[in-house]
């Protein structure tokens, strides 16, 4: 599974660098489905970066990976 997301996360990056922003894989709980990731760059701080990483990044990753069920960004876990 992580190979998957890995995968995902190489045709998603290219999107997000164009606008000055750029993403890390940090975990992938195969048991739960979760991938943990974290938005750098320009995403740090923008007001759209839990659309992207929901309406975007999350979509994309559930489509093309089996068995993903959430995408969360751990630097908004550190924040709450």
């Known amino acids: 599974m992580r190979d998957k997301v890995e995968a995902t996360i190489e045709v998603i990056r290219p999107a ?34 839990t659309q992207t990483l929901k309406a975007g990044v999350e979509r994309i990753m559930r489509d093309r990976v089996d068995g993903v069920t959430e995408v969360v960004n751990i630097a908004e876990k550190v924040l709450a």
């Not at 000055?20 to 709980?29: A, C, E, R, Y």
């Not at 048991?31 to 995403?43: H, K, M, P, S, Y």
């Open 16 to 49: 997000l660098q164009a606008d000055g922003g750029d993403i890390v894989l940090h975990k992938v709980h195969e048991d739960t489905g979760l991938v943990e990731v974290e938005l750098t760059g320009a995403c740090v701080g923008c007001p759209s970066s």
